[in-house]
Protein backbone atom coordinates (compact mmCIF):
# COMPACT_ATOMS: atom_id res chain seq x y z
CA UNK A 1 0.00 0.00 0.00
CA UNK A 2 1.69 3.29 -1.32
CA UNK A 3 0.52 6.54 -2.43
CA UNK A 4 2.56 7.18 -5.48
CA UNK A 5 4.08 10.46 -6.55
CA UNK A 6 1.50 10.94 -9.14
CA UNK A 7 -1.11 10.68 -6.49
CA UNK A 8 0.96 13.11 -3.99
CA UNK A 9 1.72 16.00 -6.92
CA UNK A 10 -1.71 15.64 -8.43
CA UNK A 11 -3.28 16.24 -4.89
CA UNK A 12 -1.18 18.59 -4.32
CA UNK A 13 -2.21 20.39 -7.19
CA UNK A 14 -5.46 19.97 -7.25
CA UNK A 15 -5.63 21.52 -3.48
CA UNK A 16 -3.71 24.44 -4.63
CA UNK A 17 -6.68 25.04 -7.89
CA UNK A 18 -9.34 24.38 -4.87
CA UNK A 19 -7.70 27.43 -3.07
CA UNK A 20 -7.70 29.40 -6.31
CA UNK A 21 -11.54 27.90 -6.72
CA UNK A 22 -13.58 31.37 -8.13
CA UNK A 23 -11.03 33.33 -9.41
CA UNK A 24 -10.66 32.04 -12.48
CA UNK A 25 -7.99 29.91 -14.91
CA UNK A 26 -4.50 29.41 -12.93
CA UNK A 27 -1.38 28.79 -14.74
CA UNK A 28 0.52 25.45 -14.15
CA UNK A 29 3.89 27.71 -13.75
CA UNK A 30 1.99 29.47 -10.77
CA UNK A 31 0.77 26.09 -9.63
CA UNK A 32 4.38 24.61 -9.81
CA UNK A 33 6.10 28.66 -8.18
CA UNK A 34 3.47 27.90 -5.17
CA UNK A 35 4.12 24.08 -4.65
CA UNK A 36 7.45 23.70 -5.32
CA UNK A 37 7.03 21.40 -7.75
CA UNK A 38 8.97 20.18 -11.22
CA UNK A 39 7.10 21.87 -13.72
CA UNK A 40 6.98 18.97 -16.46
CA UNK A 41 5.96 16.33 -14.52
CA UNK A 42 2.99 18.83 -13.40
CA UNK A 43 1.84 19.18 -17.23
CA UNK A 44 1.77 15.54 -17.26
CA UNK A 45 -0.19 14.66 -14.39
CA UNK A 46 -2.32 17.64 -15.00
CA UNK A 47 -3.31 16.01 -18.45
CA UNK A 48 -4.55 12.62 -16.70
CA UNK A 49 -6.50 15.20 -14.37
CA UNK A 50 -8.01 17.71 -17.45
CA UNK A 51 -8.65 14.07 -19.52
CA UNK A 52 -10.78 12.80 -16.33
CA UNK A 53 -12.76 15.88 -16.40
CA UNK A 54 -11.48 17.37 -12.43
CA UNK A 55 -9.97 20.40 -14.40
CA UNK A 56 -10.75 22.47 -17.76
CA UNK A 57 -8.42 24.40 -19.53
CA UNK A 58 -8.63 27.87 -21.04
CA UNK A 59 -6.29 29.14 -23.83
CA UNK A 60 -4.29 32.14 -24.50
CA UNK A 61 -2.43 34.79 -22.59
CA UNK A 62 -4.64 34.71 -19.48
CA UNK A 63 -5.25 30.74 -19.76
CA UNK A 64 -4.78 28.34 -17.21
CA UNK A 65 -6.69 25.81 -15.59
CA UNK A 66 -9.63 25.42 -13.14
CA UNK A 67 -11.54 23.03 -11.03
CA UNK A 68 -14.87 21.99 -12.78
CA UNK A 69 -17.01 21.61 -9.67
CA UNK A 70 -16.66 23.00 -6.01
CA UNK A 71 -13.88 21.90 -4.22
CA UNK A 72 -15.89 20.43 -1.70
CA UNK A 73 -17.71 17.90 -4.82
CA UNK A 74 -14.34 16.62 -5.36
CA UNK A 75 -13.02 13.96 -3.25
CA UNK A 76 -9.55 13.29 -2.65
CA UNK A 77 -10.48 9.67 -3.92
CA UNK A 78 -11.63 10.99 -7.40
CA UNK A 79 -8.29 12.30 -7.39
CA UNK A 80 -6.24 9.48 -6.91
CA UNK A 81 -8.49 7.41 -9.32
CA UNK A 82 -8.40 9.92 -11.90
CA UNK A 83 -4.84 9.11 -11.81
CA UNK A 84 -4.17 5.52 -10.87
CA UNK A 85 -7.65 4.21 -11.75
CA UNK A 86 -7.83 2.76 -8.38
CA UNK A 87 -7.30 3.64 -4.79
CA UNK A 88 -4.74 1.14 -3.75
CA UNK A 89 -2.80 -1.17 -4.73
CA UNK A 90 -1.80 -4.12 -2.43
CA UNK A 91 -0.84 -7.55 -4.60
CA UNK A 92 -3.11 -9.72 -2.69
CA UNK A 93 -6.50 -7.62 -3.30
CA UNK A 94 -6.53 -6.80 -7.02
CA UNK A 95 -8.82 -4.72 -8.94
CA UNK A 96 -8.75 -6.22 -12.35
CA UNK A 97 -10.73 -9.60 -11.24
CA UNK A 98 -7.84 -11.94 -11.34
CA UNK A 99 -7.21 -13.34 -8.22
CA UNK A 100 -4.45 -13.85 -5.58
CA UNK A 101 -3.25 -17.64 -5.68
CA UNK A 102 -3.28 -17.86 -1.86
CA UNK A 103 -6.89 -16.74 -1.36
CA UNK A 104 -8.41 -19.32 -0.18
CA UNK A 105 -6.43 -20.22 2.60
CA UNK A 106 -5.32 -16.54 3.57
CA UNK A 107 -6.21 -15.64 6.88
CA UNK A 108 -5.04 -12.33 6.58
CA UNK A 109 -7.36 -11.06 3.89
CA UNK A 110 -10.17 -9.63 5.74
CA UNK A 111 -7.85 -7.71 7.57
CA UNK A 112 -6.97 -6.05 4.34
CA UNK A 113 -10.29 -5.96 3.21
CA UNK A 114 -11.04 -4.06 6.16
CA UNK A 115 -7.97 -1.68 5.88
CA UNK A 116 -9.11 -0.51 1.76
CA UNK A 117 -12.67 -0.02 3.07
CA UNK A 118 -11.23 2.68 5.63
CA UNK A 119 -9.15 4.24 3.34
CA UNK A 120 -11.26 4.15 0.41
CA UNK A 121 -13.98 5.51 2.78
CA UNK A 122 -11.63 7.96 4.04
CA UNK A 123 -10.22 9.58 0.95
CA UNK A 124 -14.18 9.41 -0.17
CA UNK A 125 -15.48 11.87 2.50
CA UNK A 126 -12.41 14.27 2.26
CA UNK A 127 -12.74 16.93 -0.10
CA UNK A 128 -10.45 19.12 -2.24
CA UNK A 129 -11.77 21.84 0.55
CA UNK A 130 -11.26 19.76 3.63
CA UNK A 131 -7.55 19.44 2.35
CA UNK A 132 -7.04 22.96 1.43
CA UNK A 133 -8.71 24.06 5.02
CA UNK A 134 -6.21 22.30 6.71
CA UNK A 135 -3.34 24.73 6.10
CA UNK A 136 -0.63 25.99 4.05
CA UNK A 137 0.90 23.04 2.49
CA UNK A 138 -0.48 19.48 1.51
CA UNK A 139 3.47 17.90 1.66
Known sequence: MKVTARERIGLRA??????RYGLGPVSLR???????????????????????GLLSSVRGARGGYMLTRDPTAI???????????????LDCMRTDG????REPICASRSVWQAVMQR?????????????????VGTG
Do not use: I, K
Open 14 to 19: MVEFAR
Open 30 to 52: EVALAEDMPHRYLERVVASLRRS
Open 75 to 89: SVGDVFRALEGSLMA
Open 98 to 101: SSCV
Open 119 to 135: VSETLDNTSLADVAQQG
